[in-house]
């Protein structure tokens, strides 16, 4: 029998796709259930790792909150994103990941009990972390729209923040890729100011925007500096999966409780990879606007392929979602039909959300090309519309 702490944690549906996926070995297979991908990481980044294998320095425990070279690289960047300056000593660590990070946040500012402002959908290992660290989310509705993703600001403004000690946020979310325009960030903000909470700013695709969007951060509102502590990444926006770097960027004072729990948890990041990714952040070719331009490619392809389903258009980001239940069915059968008639590996949104999340199906689009994505629309009808 599992701990009562694993009680109401649910699982992912990717490890179960993406093992279901390749236990069939077959290249015709379209691998659109994880968030791996086939665009490159900066060619400076993989010389600095390859010089860090035999760099004995590298092979090192310390320094346990990480090298200065990253934990500076990531403070400027994020004072360049938000329009503050960051006193990186104080101010940063460097984490095993963006979500070891989000952990190690939400247990130091979180008591037992406390609820968790968080999008719905939303990845359902955000809502995962949020329970093991003792928190009850609290679901805030995107609206499905034939534009996209929106914010329900009415649904948020109904909301008692009495409970709330944090938001967890990301623009753009997973799976539905919505994007927070400056109308969503200021109600949001509002929300953390009236709610006297935390807000997590989960930003590692904050750069991955389609449609000429620009990012707004949050803590670049008026008196936000203070609120915000934003959870950054190597994996997405530098394409750098493997290197299992982020950093967590915030007031002194949280981050020193942030760091009280990051020695106790996972101890120290990989050596050898925070050279590269303080390289990767201050390289000016880091192909992150080409990457995004790629995957804006790749979404139009299937917007235009699927567009006799229910494609909820996504405004940046790797994925997006199908909704199902005009076909009658929900998203496992309709994930099991995808990949049995089409040979399409797609993941069902049960858990990553509300109860309306058994209708979607999600198709990331990060880890195949724009030719194998052409005629996915006919291997859709195939096996959605076959009697």
Not at 164 to 184: E, I, Q, R
Not at 259 to 277: E, F, P, W
Request: net charge negative; hydrophobic share 45%.
């Amino acid at each position: 029998m599992s701990v009562s702490r694993l009680q109401h944690i649910a699982r992912i549906g990717v490890e179960q796709m993406g093992d279901l996926a390749d236990s069939l070995a077959d290249p015709e297979v379209l691998r659109l259930e994880n968030l791996d991908t086939n665009i490159l990481p900066p060619a400076s980044a993989i010389a600095c790792t390859r010089n860090a294998i035999t760099d004995d320095d590298a092979n090192s425990y310390l320094p346990f909150f990480g090298l200065d070279s990253i934990r500076q690289a990531a403070s400027a960047l994020v004072g360049r994103q938000s329009g503050n300056d960051y006193a990186w000593k104080t101010e940063s660590l460097i984490s095993a990941g963006g979500l070891s990070g989000i952990l190690n946040v939400l247990l130091a500012v979180l008591e037992p009990g406390d609820e968790v402002l968080m999008t719905d959908p939303t990845y359902v290992g955000l809502i995962n972390r949020v329970r093991l660290a003792g928190g009850i989310p609290r679901l805030v509705p995107l609206l499905p729209t034939p534009s996209g993703w929106q914010l329900d600001r009415d649904a948020l403004a109904d909301i008692d923040g009495k409970g709330v000690a944090a938001m967890l946020l990301m623009s753009p979310s997973m799976p539905t890729g919505a994007v927070f325009d400056a109308d969503d960030w200021q109600a949001l903000v509002d929300f953390s100011r009236s709610a006297d909470c935390w807000l997590i700013n989960d930003s590692a695709m904050e750069r991955i925007l389609f449609d000429e969007r620009r990012v707004i951060h949050p803590a670049s509102f008026h008196g936000m500096r203070e609120r915000v502590i934003t959870v950054g990444s190597a994996s997405k926006e530098y394409r750098m999966i493997g290197w299992r770097v982020g950093w967590v960027v915030g007031p002194a004072q949280v981050i020193a409780d942030v760091a009280r729990v990051s020695i106790t948890n996972v101890v120290c990041q990989t050596g050898i990879a925070m050279d590269a990714v303080a390289k990767a952040i201050e390289d000016k070719n880091d192909g992150i606007a080409d990457s995004a331009r790629e995957l804006q490619a790749r979404r139009d392809v299937i917007l235009e392929e699927l567009a006799d389903f229910a494609v909820i258009p996504p405004h940046g980001g790797w994925s997006l979602l199908v909704d199902v239940s005009p076909l009658g069915m929900d998203g496992p059968a309709a994930s099991a039909l995808l990949l049995e008639r089409g040979k399409i590996a797609a993941t069902p949104m049960i858990n990553w959300g509300g109860a309306r999340c058994a209708n979607y199906v999600r198709l990331v689009f990060s880890n195949e090309t724009v030719e194998r994505l052409r005629g996915i629309g006919d291997r859709f009808a195939r096996a959605l519309r076959q009697n």
